[in-house]
């Protein structure tokens, strides 16, 4: 039986403890962990400049070797993007808007590009939108997202999972509009799982841990 797809999603926070789980996933020390962190969604957030360092610093403390991925400076260079991605242990999504996100993934062609490396056994992982953004589909969260951050409106999701993620179900900035999305998800007969802002949802082939 496959040990992928190998998911590390979470909502917010991230604890040492919970990074040591992702090194296991990954099946190396975090030392010799090469992890390229996607932080685009934050493009269209007002203000992301000042909390975006705070979701890098647990991997540069860890000791994981950090490397950036900025897909608008890559839309004409594909080639070169392919392989660093490729280069890779850990493919990282952050968050921000998830319908922004998937669509520059999609004009960048790097939901492919992660979608062939996730199913031969590379770990993806993401917070918030970047875990949201894993499902099959993205109908059914517009209550936590606005529309018109994104210049096409892509209702696919990445299908690594049949699941779908619902973020900061304990937060007070989001807390309401991420019960509505889990009740009109739960209405719409999507496998959810609703995570705190400290809880990680780890995939493993056939299993699935909250942590």
């Known amino acids: 039986m ?8 979470y909502s917010m926070n991230i604890s040492a403890g919970q990074l040591a ?13 090469s992890i390229v962190l996607i932080e685009n969604a934050a493009d269209v957030e007002e203000g ?6 705070a979701f890098r610093e647990p991997f540069i403390k860890a000791g ?15 080639e070169d993007l392919k392989a660093k991605l490729e280069a890779a242990d850990i493919i990282w999504a952050g968050g921000g808007n998830t319908y922004y996100l998937r669509w520059i993934l999609k004009t960048t062609g790097v939901d492919e590009i992660i979608r062939q490396h996730v199913n031969s056994g590379k770990v993806y ?3 918030s939108a970047g875990a ?5 589909s993205l109908i059914g969260i517009e209550a936590m997202e606005t529309r018109m951050a994104a210049p096409e ?11 779908m993620v619902v973020p900061h179900l304990d937060n007070p900035d989001f807390e309401e509009t991420a019960k509505i999305t889990l009740e009109t998800l739960n209405d719409a007969g999507t496998r959810t799982v609703p995570l705190l802002d400290h809880q990680v949802l780890i995939i493993r082939g056939d299993e699935e841990k909250v942590i």
């Open 132 to 136: 949201m953004i894993a499902a099959q």
């Open 2 to 9: 496959a040990d992928y797809p190998k998911l590390f999603l």
């Open 125 to 127: 992982a993401g917070w």
């Open 64 to 78: 994981y070797r950090v490397t950036m991925a900025d897909l608008r400076t890559w839309v004409n260079d594909y």
């Open 21 to 33: 789980d992702l090194s296991k996933l990954t099946g190396k020390d975090a030392r010799d962990i």
């Open 153 to 163: 409106l892509i209702r696919e999701g990445l299908a690594l999972t049949d699941l």
């Open 48 to 53: 992301s400049e000042n909390w975006l360092h």
